[in-house]
């Protein structure tokens, strides 16, 4: 199960995401926006957050005008890694590298077939692991005050 979040400035690639995902067969949640009208993005943010760190979805997707106060929002919320990705390289990364578990995306940085193809290299590309896996687990003492 995908989660699904946007708020006004990111309802356009959320549509677009939601469409590839039901062409693909692809379940998934939407915890809103569901109107192009204005929205704070934190209580989605946070929504999204807590059903993939409380394991009811398995990674999430939020989309706001940059990407970047969906991802601060989410990861106030313990044991997310939020990335905000424009591009294809750092997406494959930043889940081979990072294990992010939610993808942020900016609906006034890249255009909705960017959008599309960004969702399918991150719903699609493994954690590496290995040495990886050490620095991840840094990330998680950092956040439980042990670092
Ligand atoms: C809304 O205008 C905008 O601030 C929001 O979508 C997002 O870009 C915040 O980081």
Redesign the pocket.
């Given at each position: 199960m995908i989660a699904l979040g946007c708020?006004?400035?990111?309802f356009a690639l959320k549509n677009a995401i939601k469409t590839y995902l039901e062409e693909n067969s692809i379940p998934y949640r939407d915890f809103g926006t569901m109107t192009e009208e204005s929205v704070n993005?934190g209580p989605i943010a946070a929504a999204v957050a807590h059903s993939v760190a409380d394991g009811e979805c398995e990674k999430g997707i939020l989309c706001?005008?940059?990407g970047?106060?969906?991802s601060i929002a989410a990861n106030k919320v313990r044991g997310i890694r939020a990335s905000v990705c424009t591009n294809e390289f750092c997406t494959e990364m930043t889940r081979r590298h990072n294990d992010s578990n939610i993808l942020c995306l900016?609906g006034?940085v890249i255009d909705e077939a960017m959008a599309v193809k960004l969702a399918e290299i991150y719903l699609n590309t493994p954690f590496d692991g290995g040495r990886h896996a050490v620095r991840v687990g840094q990330i998680t003492q950092i956040e439980n005050g042990e670092m």
């Open positions: 708020d006004h400035g990111g993005y706001c005008g940059t970047i106060g969906m900016g006034r």
